[in-house]
């Protein structure tokens, strides 16, 4: 059974909120209630330390960054190879990505590494095609 909490929010952050609500065709306490379920750590009961969403997050968007930068450098490099940033550094690449990720898993457990196939663009765009769906005209 959920538990009701009322809470004062400072302008700025409400409007932030609402924001956010709209974005995700949400009402506003559901998008706060997942809002904070995608951010607030886990409680776990046994010995292994719970690990915040957020920081899964900041670290990724780090070495995607790291990789964002040095793509071209990447791209003259390791054009068709993937590799493995982790802490703004390369630290591995492969021309096989089993081989690449079975390495990364070894030596960084539990660590966050960005591994991409190093392509022209740094981040592929997917184009997804859509029918239109509409009334027929009558001639």
Request: charged content about 25%.
């Amino acid at each position: 059974m959920p538990t009701q909490v009322i809470l004062e929010l400072p302008d700025q952050i409400y409007e932030r909120a609402q924001y956010l609500a709209q974005s995700h065709e949400q009402n506003l306490a559901q998008a706060i209630v997942a809002y904070l379920d995608d951010h607030l750590p886990v409680r776990e009961s046994s010995a292994a330390a719970s690990i915040k969403p957020r920081v899964h997050s900041v670290a990724l968007e780090r070495e995607r960054s790291a990789y964002l930068k040095m793509h071209t450098w990447l791209k003259e490099n390791f054009f068709g190879k993937h590799v493995a940033i982790y802490q703004g550094e390369l630290v591995d690449s492969d021309d096989v990505f089993d081989a690449l990720y079975e390495r990364i898993r070894q030596h960084y457990p539990g660590k966050i590494v960005w591994l991409s196939l190093v392509k022209d663009e740094p981040i592929e765009t997917i184009f997804v095609r859509s029918p239109r769906l509409g009334r027929r005209v009558k001639r």
